[in-house]
Nanobody, 122 residues
Framework: QVQLVESGGGLVQAGGSLRLSCAAS????????MGWFRQAPGKEREFVAA????????RSADSVKGRFTISRDNAKNTVYLQMNSLKPEDTAVYYC???????????????WGQGTQVTVSS
């Protein structure tokens, strides 16, 4: 089992940037596919980005392509989400997720963090 703790959320103006971090503990971090999801008020949770176990493959939602970048540092047991050119519609709670299935999945993750709030003001 793996435990996930997100950090780096906050309040930012439109056009600004934030970098989210997700620190993992427990089983070997490099064995997990990692993903970021978000949930805005009144909406369902949605996929944002995923990265393969070794970091060679990534996948992003169309809504964030060209603005958000997922990366990982297996030596630090951490996955990151660099968010640039933020928009008010990016406002949501952002969740880190992990799964033992290889690849870059958009759903079906087994382990979840508690989330970190990102608020983008116009």
């Amino acid at each position: 089992q793996v435990q996930l703790v997100e950090s780096g959320g906050g309040l930012v103006q439109a056009g600004g940037s934030l970098r989210l971090s997700c620190a993992a503990s427990g089983r070997t971090f490099s064995g997990y596919t990692m993903g970021w999801f978000r949930q805005a008020p009144g909406k369902e949770r949605e996929f944002v980005a995923a990265i393969s176990r070794g970091g060679s493959m990534t996948r992003s939602a169309d809504s964030v392509k060209g603005r958000f970048t997922i990366s990982r540092d297996n030596a630090k047991n951490t996955v990151y989400l660099q968010m640039n050119s933020l928009k008010p519609e990016d406002t949501a709670v952002y969740y880190c997720a992990a799964d033992l299935t290889p690849g870059v999945r958009t759903m079906g993750y087994d382990y979840w963090g508690q989330g970190t709030q990102v608020t983008v003001s116009s």
